[in-house]
């Protein structure tokens, strides 16, 4: 038995809840359709469906969830997100709801872990996130940043998503992985981009294993089996290396970690925490990326404020650019938590078995939040009126995420190549909408933008950092 075929052997594929229905009388309202019909809402079209429930049933409403009719209860008020962002993590539960992930990230995945062992693992990821770590990175992704940057072609439109995207794996490739050797780059390159590809026909292979036999399931297995067998030889390779102290990716960082501490990382819990990295850090940035150019192109005021600062090197502006773009567009809705036990939440006394979270999508639009809400203003983020628990697009508490600093150096460092070299703008029928693909809410249309070199470019902008 391979790694991977052990791995998949043990992975439950819904790790979802063990109760058996709760009445609806002991939750906050919500619509009572059938299950399944919520459940299609809730995946097809959130961007309608939750502001419309918020609408109907006030700032705490139930919705229903397939399988069995799960109840979902969320929350919109600062307040009770707060309460929910510091439960005591022994029943606010988080590794329950991603367990549908389970046996592509595996078991070891910081996000399916809870309790002590999701502690321990956090403990171990934390210093290759932390500040310094960061620093570490930033030149290779502003070297990647321009060489992407330095391919696009004056005056022709192009979907932004697309582009953002391949970066971002770059990134992940070199600055997480750590691969520089360019055959390995190339053999990973189709092996990773199949695997970020969840999509809810994939998911049911997981649901139902006797489908790994056939077409779509079995490639994609094949493809697991193929990836693990490099990710492995990566590690087992790393491992060997005499300057690990002096390489600056994730990977090296957390065998660094091991190497000090008898607890470290074994082989199994480094792949999946590395495929996890991946999967949670890859599209996500692209999505929120894709959205900031696309705020920028849409109004020529704002893109002048953005180079403005760009070339003044002021990192908190550019920072806020993007702040504010996944303001307006949050690429995942809603933060979830199990009850392992019953909780209360502001006033309302809930089961345990219920799953509750604070969603993004209205926490982000309400005006009490966020004064003119639909406006794209990112000075907003810098005048000290951002009030705590509103702007939620990482989760928060001891689950919030751990990328949220990378992806924010990341976002600073493309910004900064892409207005040092170029205006941007939207080609004229542009406007975009969200749709929901895999887990993320990303660009109907892609975000197309076009770009313009800037006559006066002055090359690349100096680093801040
Ligand atoms: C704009 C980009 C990103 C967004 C919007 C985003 C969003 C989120 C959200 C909402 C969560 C759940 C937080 C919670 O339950 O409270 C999360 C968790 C996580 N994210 Fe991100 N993320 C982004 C980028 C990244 C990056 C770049 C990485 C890594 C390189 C990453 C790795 C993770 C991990 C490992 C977790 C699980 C943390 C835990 O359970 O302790 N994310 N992210």
């Not at 609408?55 to 979902?72: E, H």
């Not at 920072?319 to 996944?326: D, G, N, R, S």
């Not at 799953?355 to 309400?366: D, E, L, M, N, Q």
Request: hydrophobic share 40%; proline share 7%; with cysteine.
């Amino acid at each position: 038995m391979t790694a991977t075929d052990d791995r998949l052997a043990r992975m439950k594929p819904h790790g979802s809840t063990h109760h058996s229905r709760i009445p609806s009388r002991n939750l906050p309202p919500g619509p009572r359709w059938p299950a399944l019909l919520q459940s299609m809402a809730l995946m097809r079209f959130r961007h309608q469906f939750i502001p419309a429930m918020h609408k109907r049933y006030g700032d705490v409403f139930t919705i229903r969830i397939v399988p069995k009719s799960a109840p979902l209860v969320l929350f919109t008020r600062p307040e009770d997100t707060k309460e929910i962002f510091s439960g005591d993590p022994e029943v606010f539960h988080a590794g329950k709801g991603n367990a549908i992930l389970g046996p592509v990230m595996g078991e070891h995945s910081l996000l399916l872990l809870d309790s002590t062992e999701h502690r321990r693992a956090r403990k171990l990821l934390m210093p290759a996130f932390n500040g310094a770590a960061l620093r570490r990175y930033e030149s290779v992704v502003s070297q990647l940043a321009r060489d992407e940057v330095a391919t696009w072609t004056d005056g022709v439109a192009f979907r932004s998503l697309e582009r953002m995207n391949a970066l971002t794996l770059e990134v992940i490739l070199r600055v997480v992985f750590g691969v520089t050797d360019q055959a390995r780059l190339a053999e990973l390159r189709p092996l990773v981009n199949k695997t970020v590809d969840v999509n809810p026909v994939i998911l049911l292979g997981w649901g139902y294993p006797f489908l790994q036999r056939f077409g779509p399931w079995k490639r994609t297995v094949d493809n697991q089996r193929a990836l693990d067998k490099v990710m492995y030889a990566e590690i087992a390779e790393r491992r060997q290396v005499s300057d690990l102290d002096e390489r600056t990716d994730v990977l090296s960082q957390l065998l660094a970690v091991g190497s000090t501490d008898e607890d470290g990382l074994s082989d199994a819990e480094l792949r999946d925490q590395l495929v996890t990295l991946l999967l949670a850090g890859h599209e996500t940035t692209a999505t929120a990326l894709s959205w900031t150019l696309y705020e920028l192109g849409r109004d020529p005021a704002q893109m002048d404020a953005a180079r403005t600062a760009a070339e003044a090197g002021d990192h908190d502006y550019l920072e806020a650019v993007m702040k504010e773009a996944m303001r307006l567009h949050p690429v995942i809705p809603m933060v979830v938590r199990q009850l392992m036990a019953p909780a209360t939440i502001g006033d309302r006394e809930l089961p345990e078995g219920v799953t509750v979270g604070p969603s993004i999508i209205v926490s982000h639009a309400r005006s009490e939040n966020f004064p003119d809400p639909t406006r794209f203003r990112p000075a907003r983020f810098l005048e000290g009126t951002v009030a705590a628990n509103t702007w939620i697009p990482f989760g928060g508490g001891v689950r919030r995420c751990i990328g949220a600093g990378f992806s924010l150096m990341e976002g600073v460092a493309v910004l900064r190549e892409v207005l040092g070299r170029y205006d941007v703008a939207l080609p004229g029928d542009a406007l975009d909408v969200p749709m929901v693909r895999n887990i993320t809410s990303v660009p109907r249309h892609g975000a197309r933008i076009v770009v313009h070199p800037r006559a006066d470019s002055p090359g690349l902008l100096p680093s801040p950092m």
